[in-house]
């Protein structure tokens, strides 16, 4: 079966509108999802022509999509409603994710478990923004939706807390050992 994505676009792009839709119940955010599972189709774009049921296929993949956007949304609204202290999850990728050696997987952790210890010591404010820039990965616009608060801010609040993370992170005698001269 030869299946271009053009094809399958035309064919089930209303469908997928439909859907998300249907689970969102919210115009602007089942165009988000949709667009989410566009993506992962074109991702997976060498593995159309060996699906034999499309329609099914796109809608477990929206479905799951839709299931993480839920599930991320859960964790973002128990995050902002706690203010955790510290970090589950590393905040920058520091080291080059190819094969490291055992040492340099050690000397990854320890870095990032550091620059979590520091960004624990940020205001509220910081930690919040470079949690949803850096670990959600949202956008700009987003994080000016969900914090209601103008892009500008955002920007700003991104621009202050990574200097000071800088200014903490120089600052630490233990953290400057693993960063080369």
Excluded at 45 to 71: G, P, Q, S
Aim: glycine share 0%.
């Amino acid at each position: 079966m030869n299946v271009t994505l053009d094809h399958v676009y035309d064919e089930y792009n209303r469908y997928l509108y439909h859907l998300c839709l249907k689970l969102t119940r919210n115009q602007t955010e089942a165009e988000d999802l949709m667009q989410e599972v566009w993506l992962k189709v074109v991702r997976y774009e060498t593995n159309v022509k060996d699906v034999d049921h499309l329609k099914a296929w796109l809608t477990t993949i929206c479905m799951n999509t839709f299931r993480d956007r839920y599930r991320k949304n859960v964790r973002i609204s128990k995050h902002v409603m706690n203010q955790p202290e510290t970090l589950d999850v590393p905040v920058l990728d520091l080291v080059p994710s190819e094969t490291l050696s055992s040492e340099e997987l050690l000397e990854k952790s320890d870095l990032s478990q550091m620059v979590r210890d520091k960004i624990s010591e940020l205001d509220s404010i910081y930690q919040t923004t470079v949690m949803y820039f850096y670990v959600h990965q949202y956008s700009l616009i987003e994080i000016a939706e969900i914090m209601k608060v103008s892009i500008g801010t955002v920007k700003s609040r991104l621009f202050r807390a990574k200097q000071r993370l800088k200014e903490m992170l120089i600052a630490d005698s233990a953290i400057t050992d693993y960063i080369p001269a």
